[in-house]
């Protein structure tokens, strides 16, 4: 079996390179040659773990080639998947699709024969129509089946995501086409049934809302334990109890009721935005998702005040030890990560930052102000600071003992916004410590 994945993105790659080692074979196809020169080479451009050893085996093996000639890729393919970037559009919130419809009309172009056509980037509901229509137009004469077959993956763990996931959402349009496109899909994704994932088959606006609602709800998870940190500073209770407490509950779950300053990434800001404005274009407003942008969106901002306010009211001259850039850990994405909207206000009020993040620091230059200073290792960022701030909940700082950072430091403020060291310990320390919504 043959495919073509076009994007070489993240989730193009991830896909492409997870489809091949399924035993199926994937052209990939960008229209950046420098990008193909480089995968071509056996350079990967993102930090993903596991992803260039992938890579490496299934080019070798043949299953896995790149190209920017989407024609010769298609020789042959029986789906054609689009993983193309669907960004927020200037001015409006909405996901801009220019991308996405620019491939689907050259796909048609370039189809000989019958084709199924997957889109796999986040589209509004509606969009899988809109591109069979858009097909259409081009080429009258094809005959063309539409399906959506959202991802689910979490950078950092989006191998493990797409070899082992909870479902396979597979959404089809009516009649003989969608037959055939669910036929293709299930085919391809034969080797999980072998781990009895579940493939949710649904209609093509189902899957499209299906991805939204993943997101947005989980997004709605992260800013309600945030709040309740919150709460939890004020009247003395420990956020983290409270959050087993809850999540222990079947009903509710105890993943991603982890407090912190607000979460970033790729998908959720961007995926959140995107489904309340198509809810207020419907006529049916989604607040939960609104309230939920407004929650993360202050909470980034405010989270900056709360390292003034804990050097004592000004950081004017005071050198900060930042560590982490990245939205999270295992991955080099700065994409909305909290630090982008928290080192840029520490340096407008006078501070001296110095930074470390393992895997970010190329990305993070450009973004942030030129004043910051770059270090070698988090021992390094803090060497001489008045204060620290963990921004990412890297296992590296994890492991840096209390003893250690106080020794570097010359300061004793610590401001741990990930909560991932035991209060008493640095306490014990001699850290004047604060974490997220625990005493
Ligand atoms: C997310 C979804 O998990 C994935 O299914 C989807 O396909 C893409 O978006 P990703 O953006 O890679 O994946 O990261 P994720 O691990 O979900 O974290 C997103 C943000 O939420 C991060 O900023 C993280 O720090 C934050 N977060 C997550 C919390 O603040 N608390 C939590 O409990 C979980």
Redesign the pocket.
Known sequence: MKIVMIGAGYVGLVSGACFAEFGVDVAVVDTDPAKIEALKAGRIPIYEPRLDHLVDDNAREGRLTFTTDLDEAMQGAEAVFLAVGTPTRRGDGHADLSYVFAAAEQVARAAKGPLVLVTKS?VPVGTGREVKRRVKAVRPDLDIAVASN?????????IG?FMRPDRVVIGIEEGEAGARAEAVLKRLYRPLYLIETPIVATGLETAEII?YA??AF??M??SF??EVADLCEKAGADVQQVARGIGLDGRIGR??????????????PK?TLAFARTGQDLGTPLRLVEATIAVNDSRKLAMADRVIAACGGSVAGKTIAVLGLT??PE?D?MR???SLEIVPKLVAAGAIIRAFDPQGMNFARPLLPAAVHYANNALDAVAGAEAAVVL??WNEFRNISPEKLAGAMSGRVMLDL?NIYDPAAMREAGFIYSSIGRP
């Open positions: 986040t959202p991802e689910f993956l979490r950078e950092g763990a989006a995501d991805k993943a997101n989980l997004a998870k992260i334990i945030n993943k991603f009721l982890h407090a912190g300053p607000g979460y970033g990434g790729s998908c959720f995926d939205f999270k991955t994405d909305d990560a909290p990412t909940e990930r």
